[in-house]
């Protein structure tokens, strides 16, 4: 389901959102964290989706910016009625601030003009400049409460997924009281790791040299021996 909802929205989003370990694009912030600069404001995401015979077809809402994106499924909506479902999707401000959570993304507010009647997958990207989130949080209400659905493996760096059966407000974070397991400090420890490595492989090169020699020297002749 993950391959298939990457396959179709690198297809469709603004390039940089599905390009592996190319630079990340710059996050949009409603409320940007006090040492980012050169932040723009987030953009909405608006889609119609057409009733072919009956059936909503499959399709993927996402914002202009990429930072959020919606797959839908064929039949997804409760389409009696209607010839389209208009899905949109817009970041919430202000930025709630709920007890005991901290967000890495914004809060968006995602709606349709039809219930959904399958379930559709979320994909929110985050900032590589702030600790990444472990959760995602679903509200009917920006005031809450917010409470934690359970996310799927990470497919791409710098997103967070997961299964939906519901539209309504969503956001990605983590409980201010836990150590997120992302972030910049995280990024640094690859780094630290590698330059550790190098730092073995070079310190013995020079025990190496020093051991061949060692060992050419007792290999050699003793000239003082008739």
């Not at 993927?60 to 994106?69: E, N």
């Not at 472990?134 to 791409?156: C, F, K, L, R």
């Amino acid at each position: 389901m993950v391959t298939v909802v990457y396959l179709v929205a690198a297809w469709m989003v603004a390039p940089g959102f599905y390009d592996g370990f190319t630079p990340q694009q710059p996050y949009h912030f409603v409320c940007p964290p006090i040492h980012y600069s050169g932040n723009q404001p987030p953009t909405n995401g608006h889609l119609d989706v057409k009733v072919i015979g009956g059936v909503s077809d499959a399709n993927v809402a996402f914002t202009d910016d990429a930072q959020v994106l919606v797959d839908l499924l064929p039949g997804s909506f409760d389409v009696t009625g209607k010839t389209s479902v208009a899905v949109d999707i817009k970041p919430v401000s202000p930025c709630p601030k709920p007890p005991g959570l901290t967000y890495a993304t914004n809060a968006y507010m995602i709606t349709a003009a039809a219930p959904l009647v399958k379930k559709a997958t979320l994909v929110m990207r985050y900032s590589d400049l702030i600790p990444a989130p472990s959760n995602i949080y679903h509200a009917d209400s920006p005031d809450g409460p917010w409470t934690s659905i359970p996310v799927q493996s990470e497919a791409q760096p710098f997103t967070i997924n997961a299964t939906i059966d519901k539209f309504g407000y969503y956001a990605a974070g983590y409980p201010s009281s836990a150590v997120s397991h992302g972030g910049p400090n995280s990024q640094l420890l690859p780094i630290a790791i590698a330059v550790l490595i190098v730092g073995v492989l070079l310190a013995g090169i020079p025990l190496a040299i020093v051991r061949r020699r060692g060992a050419a020297q007792e290999g050699e002749p003793d000239d003082s021996e008739p």
